[in-house]
């Protein structure tokens, strides 16, 4: 019922800044809890942040705290990803996620992946 693209990946120098944006098909984005994870080469998938359906918790790793802000518009079937402050370590391919309310930071609660974006930051 819901399929996700992810866009806004690239390269940037350490302590620039990227925005990834994912877009939702469907009429039922509102109703889910949406999430970013990235996956390094070598490495599992890591949480990095998530937010409510409403837009009004959020939730971030600790890699990521004050450097990384999720948002959402629902009436654009939009999630968001800002990232400032970026670092080597951040480079990754990153997905979208949708999921129930109660998804948390697991990737395996997580019902729906869109195909993710480079992220390369150089040193």
């Known amino acids: 019922q819901v399929q996700l693209v992810e866009s806004g990946g690239g390269l940037v120098q350490a302590g620039g800044s990227l925005r990834l944006t994912c877009v939702a098909s469907?009429?039922?984005?509102?109703?889910?809890?949406m999430a970013w994870f990235r996956q390094a080469p070598g490495k599992e998938r890591e949480f990095v942040a998530q937010?409510?359906?409403?837009?009004?918790?959020?939730d971030g790793a600790n890699s990521v705290k004050g450097r990384f802000t999720i948002s959402r518009d629902n009436a654009k079937n939009t999630v968001y990803l800002q990232m400032n402050s970026l670092k080597p370590e951040d480079t990754a391919v990153y997905y979208c996620?949708?999921?129930?309310?109660?998804?948390?930071?697991?990737?395996?609660?997580?019902?729906?992946w869109g195909q993710g974006t480079q992220v390369t930051v150089s040193s």
């Open positions: 996620a949708a999921g129930g309310a109660l998804s948390g930071r697991l990737s395996s609660n997580y019902n729906y």
């Open positions: 469907g009429r039922t984005f509102s109703l889910y809890a």
């Open positions: 937010i409510s359906q409403s837009g009004g918790t959020t």
